[in-house]
C-alpha cells in the first residue's frame, strides 16, 4: 500500500515512515492477509475492518454465493461512497470559497474606510 507522505484519518492526520514497512496481519471475510505498508498499523486494520464491513454488507444483500461477485460488490459500494463524498466536497466547496472570497471583499473594504462595508454586512453603524 503506497499512499502520500500524511493521511488524514478522523479529522487528525497519521505520520508514516517511508523507510520502514512492515506487515501488519488483517483479517477480511474471514481471511488472514499480510499487508506490507508503511502506513499506521492501526490505520492499516480500521480500513481492512471496514473492507470486512462492507463485504458483509454485500453478502448479506447478494443472492449469489459467489465469493469473487460478492467482493466485487463490496467494492462497487466502496466505490460509489468515495464518488458521493467527492461530489458533496466538490460542491460545497465552490460554496464556502464564494463566500470567503465575498467576506475578504468586506474585510478589504472595511480596513480601507469604505462606507459600503458596514451597509454590506448589515452593520447598522
Not at 14 to 37: F, N
Not at 62 to 89: G, H, K, M, P, Y
Not at 98 to 117: F, K, N, S, W, Y
Request: net charge neutral.
Amino acid at each position: 500500500m503506497r499512499r502520500p507522505a500524511r493521511v488524514p484519518a478522523g479529522g487528525r492526520e497519521l505520520a508514516m515512515d517511508r523507510t520502514r514497512s512492515r506487515v501488519v496481519s488483517v483479517e477480511i471475510g474471514g481471511q488472514r492477509y499480510p499487508i506490507r505498508t508503511t502506513l499506521d498499523p492501526e490505520y492499516v486494520v480500521r480500513l481492512a475492518a471496514y473492507v470486512d464491513e462492507r463485504i458483509r454488507a454485500a453478502a448479506d444483500e447478494a443472492r449469489s454465493a459467489d465469493w469473487v461477485r460478492i467482493v466485487v460488490l463490496a467494492a462497487l459500494n466502496i466505490a460509489d461512497e468515495l464518488f458521493q463524498c467527492r461530489e458533496a466536497t466538490l460542491s460545497d466547496g465552490g460554496q464556502v470559497r464564494a463566500r470567503a472570497e465575498a467576506i475578504e471583499r468586506l474585510i478589504d473594504l472595511a480596513l480601507a474606510g469604505v462606507p459600503e462595508a458596514s451597509a454590506a454586512s448589515g452593520d447598522p453603524s
